[in-house]
């Protein structure tokens, strides 16, 4: 039996461990943190084949620079000198086009599938994974005309791929959310999509990963690689060295430094999310929805409770916490959901966390060049949740050196140099 170092404890590492424990190697999961906080956590629990439009579209650059200075703007990128968020941010442009848009649908589409029916056929059918699962679809609400006309488009795109997808008047939107006044001029309805409670999924996992006998090791982080032979050979944290006869590097928003480690260039950068989550509330919604120009989310979650997430915030891990855009979020909602009159909370009742983006909006998923044992699983930006047991199944084809079971082209850890 071989020995797997999966470094890092977010979602796409732990289902990463959770199908090469499967497999029959032996597991060892490295942590910078406690496993307790990280972004899987604080996420809006979406399980979306919906989501086929990455990231760099057409468009989102110009926005990007109208809302810098905007304190509580949905898309921020903090202006600083730094080589690897310029070199991000020109690759992030370059690739912000109708065809890469175009090309990107069918990959994403694809892999989002796969996850779904792993969660669904593999993993939910099991009590241990009791996460507050609903498939009940999500709603994409817009107000305005032009989003109704970009609504039309994507609606067509989606039934080209397969997707189950509906256009919704006000009237049938409203029909579906009779708790509460929407202002909306209408919705796409994706019946596609599922979302979950994240906080019961991890804990679930993590439990589940123990009991199999994976090394779950906490406050691990790595500091370096001992290689030879173009192969990692061992693992170094500060208390540990761990041997190693593959690595999966899977750690979120810090993959870009430790590939680099590895002579692995990777165009990647921090995106910093936020959301709130209330229990009890007076506040009732039947669906998850995604308010477009508002470009917040909200999902009802595990019977008494509803979050409220946002923001890209494009920063470094180092920076402080920009609390204000959370009242950006709440006030999108309200905008929505008149009926929706959320106070700030306190800053303790705040959640954010690091999605890991890559410059064009797709997840990377391989091997890397050099060091031939080694497989790279991150980038999946806020899709991390939704794709998590797809890309926890192809970490271990890739390290069994089995068949993916879809074209991982697209992903390409270093399609960049190219």
Request: net charge neutral.
């Amino acid at each position: 039996m071989e020995n797997v170092i999966v470094v890092g404890g977010g979602i796409i590492g732990l289902s990463s461990a959770y199908y090469l424990q499967q497999t029959g190697y032996r597991v060892t999961v490295l942590e910078r943190s406690d496993f307790l906080d990280n972004c899987s956590y604080g996420n809006c629990g979406y399980i979306c084949p919906s989501h086929f439009i990455p990231l760099a579209t057409p468009g989102i650059v110009r926005q990007g620079l109208k809302w810098m200075f905007n304190a509580q703007s949905p898309f921020y990128v903090q202006p600083r000198f730094s080589r690897p968020l310029i070199d991000w941010g020109l690759k992030f442009i370059k690739s912000a086009t109708r065809e890469h848009v175009e090309r990107s649908a069918a990959p994403l589409r694809d892999i989002a599938l796969l996850s779904q029916r792993e969660y669904e056929e593999n993993w939910f059918t099991s009590p241990v994974f009791d996460v507050a699962y609903e498939h009940k679809g999500l709603l994409e609400i817009f107000q305005t005309a032009a989003a109704a006309e970009h609504a039309h488009h994507t609606v067509e795109k989606a039934q080209e791929l397969g997707l189950d997808a509906v256009l919704l008047s006000y009237e049938e939107l409203q029909a579906k959310e009779p708790h509460t006044k929407i202002n909306g001029a209408g919705a796409i309805f994706f019946k596609c999509d599922a979302h979950l409670y994240p906080n019961r999924l991890m804990q679930a996992l993590i439990a589940e990963l123990r009991r199999r006998g994976v090394n779950l090791a906490a406050e691990e982080e790595v500091l370096r690689f001992e290689t030879s032979n173009g192969a990692v050979r061992r693992v170094i944290t500060a208390r540990h060295a761990y041997t190693a006869d593959a690595v999966v590097l899977a750690s979120g928003a810090w993959s870009r430094d430790l590939a680099a480690q590895l002579d692995t260039r990777l165009p990647l950068m921090p995106g910093r999310g936020y959301s709130v989550t209330l229990e009890d509330a007076p506040y009732h919604v039947n669906h998850p929805a995604i308010l477009v120009e508002g470009r917040a989310a909200i999902t009802p979650m595990d019977g008494n409770k509803i979050r409220f997430g946002g923001t890209m915030e494009v920063t470094a891990t180092s920076t402080p916490p920009r609390y204000n855009r959370v009242q950006g979020i709440l006030n999108a909602v309200r905008r929505f959901f008149p009926e929706f009159d959320v106070a700030m909370p306190p800053e303790e009742k705040i959640w954010y966390g690091y999605r890991p983006c890559s410059a064009d909006g797709l997840p990377y998923i391989g091997r890397i060049k050099k060091y031939r044992n080694v497989v790279v699983a991150t980038g999946h930006s806020m899709l991390g949740l939704s794709l998590g047991a797809g890309t926890g199944r192809l970490v271990s084809e890739l390290i069994a050196e089995k068949a993916p079971s879809i074209d991982l082209r697209p992903f390409a850890v270093e399609r960049f140099e190219r």
